[in-house]
């Protein structure tokens, strides 16, 4: 609950701030979300390279434990 309200606080402070008879942060606002952008995008992109490279890894050792599964079934 506590959470939920200050999640609204600050939103209505973001609110506030952005609004010209605000705190009229709008430009800054504008301007750090510019430039934090191609950093994110970076670290976004590198998340996802980490993220497909497990999966990759995940689906070949799921693939060799069917594999392993299957002949000890047909061993027997």
């Known amino acids: 609950m506590i959470s939920l309200i200050l999640g609204l606080i600050f939103i209505a402070f973001t609110v506030f701030a952005s609004l010209p008879n605000g705190l009229n942060w709008g430009v800054e606002i504008i301007a750090f979300l510019k430039g934090c952008a191609p950093v994110l995008t970076a670290i976004v992109g590198l998340i996802a ?3 497909g490279i497990a ?20 061993d027997k």
């Open 49 to 51: 390279v980490f993220i």
């Open 55 to 74: 999966d990759i890894k995940d689906k070949q050792e799921a693939k060799k434990e069917e594999e392993a599964a299957l002949k000890s079934s047909e």
